[in-house]
């Protein structure tokens, strides 16, 4: 006899009014201030690479009632409900206050970067995660820290991602009070090249990488400096 987990069932949504969904508005034909939903198509990708059984429960409006009632419904038949956007400090970020009417929070930002606005909690008998909406932001914090939890649900032992050493052919003289996460690439030369951008709203660095570097807070790197490796492809699987 073996010991199985039921697969996690998890409810996605996005919040925001300026969400626009790829294919539905030509990019001259946005309106001012909208942006394209990227998000939602990588974090139901990785959801279902992990072996979850989602549902995609598309964009809530910007709303205190309607984010409520989108929560209230999702945790009914859910072991995790995962939302991007909406858990920042402003007017129209209303995922706090709908979460701690129906449940509470446990953890509200991290001190980490991308990935500050990151919330874990409960509503009703649901696991709730909220993630970044800034696309890297949400990708990173998936990367560490929903994928090892998705894992524990399924009954895995040793949920942390494989850290290597690697040799960085760049240069970082900018420390950050946060612990940094590095979009990098290796190179033909066994070190690591750094990606130009590292804005946390530049998806195309997660596309162009195959890595983080794990750069402690208050760190810089030097050229030629060992620094701590996360492939990709160990944080995807």
């Given at each position: 006899?073996?010991?199985?987990?039921?697969?996690?069932r998890v409810a996605l949504f996005s919040t925001g009014d300026e969400l626009v969904m790829p294919g539905d508005v030509a990019p001259g034909d946005m309106r001012p201030g909208a942006i394209y939903n990227s998000n939602r198509f990588f974090l139901r990708a990785m959801l279902l690479r992990l072996g979850?059984?989602?549902?995609?429960?598309?964009?809530?409006?910007?709303r205190r009632d309607a984010t409520v009632q989108a929560l209230r419904e999702a945790s009914l038949q859910h072991d995790l409900i995962l939302t991007s956007g909406g858990v920042s400090v402003g007017e129209e970020d209303h995922i706090?206050?709908?979460?701690?009417s129906l449940g509470q929070l446990d953890l509200w930002q991290i001190a980490m970067k991308p990935g500050k606005p990151f919330a874990f909690?409960?509503?009703?008998?649901?696991?709730f995660i909220g993630l970044p909406g800034n696309p890297v932001s949400s990708f990173v914090t998936f990367a560490l820290l929903v994928r090892p939890f998705l894992l524990a649900l399924q009954g895995v032992v040793h949920v942390a991602p494989v850290v290597t050493m690697a040799?960085?052919?760049?240069?970082?003289?900018?420390?950050?009070?946060?612990?940094?996460?590095?979009?990098?690439?290796?190179?033909?030369?066994?070190?690591?090249d750094l990606f130009p951008n590292q804005s946390s709203g530049v998806l195309t660095s997660v596309v162009w990488g195959d890595g983080l570097v794990d750069t402690a807070a208050g760190t810089t790197?030097?050229?030629?400096?060992?620094?701590?490796y996360l492939a990709l492809a160990d944080l995807l699987g």
């Amino acid at each position: 006899s073996v010991q199985v987990a039921r697969r996690p069932r998890v409810a996605l949504f996005s919040t925001g009014d300026e969400l626009v969904m790829p294919g539905d508005v030509a990019p001259g034909d946005m309106r001012p201030g909208a942006i394209y939903n990227s998000n939602r198509f990588f974090l139901r990708a990785m959801l279902l690479r992990l072996g979850c059984t989602v549902s995609d429960l598309g964009i809530v409006p910007d709303r205190r009632d309607a984010t409520v009632q989108a929560l209230r419904e999702a945790s009914l038949q859910h072991d995790l409900i995962l939302t991007s956007g909406g858990v920042s400090v402003g007017e129209e970020d209303h995922i706090r206050p709908a979460v701690l009417s129906l449940g509470q929070l446990d953890l509200w930002q991290i001190a980490m970067k991308p990935g500050k606005p990151f919330a874990f909690g409960r509503v009703g008998a649901a696991h709730f995660i909220g993630l970044p909406g800034n696309p890297v932001s949400s990708f990173v914090t998936f990367a560490l820290l929903v994928r090892p939890f998705l894992l524990a649900l399924q009954g895995v032992v040793h949920v942390a991602p494989v850290v290597t050493m690697a040799r960085a052919d760049f240069d970082w003289p900018r420390p950050d009070r946060r612990r940094e996460f590095l979009r990098v690439r290796r190179n033909g030369n066994g070190g690591l090249d750094l990606f130009p951008n590292q804005s946390s709203g530049v998806l195309t660095s997660v596309v162009w990488g195959d890595g983080l570097v794990d750069t402690a807070a208050g760190t810089t790197i030097a050229h030629g400096d060992p620094v701590p490796y996360l492939a990709l492809a160990d944080l995807l699987g």
